[in-house]
């Protein structure tokens, strides 16, 4: 099993960024796919990005070039930081862990966490 909490989240105007973490329990971190989803209201989760044990990431176009999703393995942490923020990314952002096939296929991720709200203000 494990476990996930995320933080870091809040309110922020538009144009600026945040980090985000999200602290896993368990002895095999290193080796999960380790993903960031968000849900905004009245719309379905959606992938934000992920990264694999390996280091290969993948980012949804709509944060590419603004989002960077790590991991620190020592700290069983992985982050994601968020820069050049717009109102459209204020969404609830949850932590997922699994191995994946397809790395944006909410489906297919085994753990979650309960998730952390980000509100970007015009």
């Known amino acids: 099993q494990v476990q996930l909490v995320e933080s870091g989240g809040g309110v922020v105007q538009a144009g600026g960024s945040l980090r985000l973490s999200c602290a896993a329990s368990?002895?095999?971190?290193?080796?999960?796919?380790m993903a960031w989803f968000r849900q905004a209201p009245g719309k379905e989760r959606e992938f934000v990005a992920a990264?694999?044990?390996?280091?290969?990431?993948y980012y949804a176009d709509s944060v590419k070039g603004r989002f960077t999703i790590s991991r620190d393995n020592a700290k069983n942490t992985v982050y994601l930081q968020m820069n050049s923020l717009k109102p459209e990314d204020t969404a609830n952002y949850f932590c997922?862990?699994?191995?994946?096939?397809?790395?944006?296929?909410?489906?297919?991720?085994?753990?979650w966490g309960q998730g952390t709200q980000v509100t970007v203000s015009s």
């Open positions: 990264m694999r044990w390996s280091d290969l990431t």
């Open positions: 368990g002895r095999t971190f290193s080796s999960y796919t």
């Open positions: 997922a862990a699994g191995s994946p096939r397809m790395m944006l296929r909410l489906s297919e991720y085994d753990f």
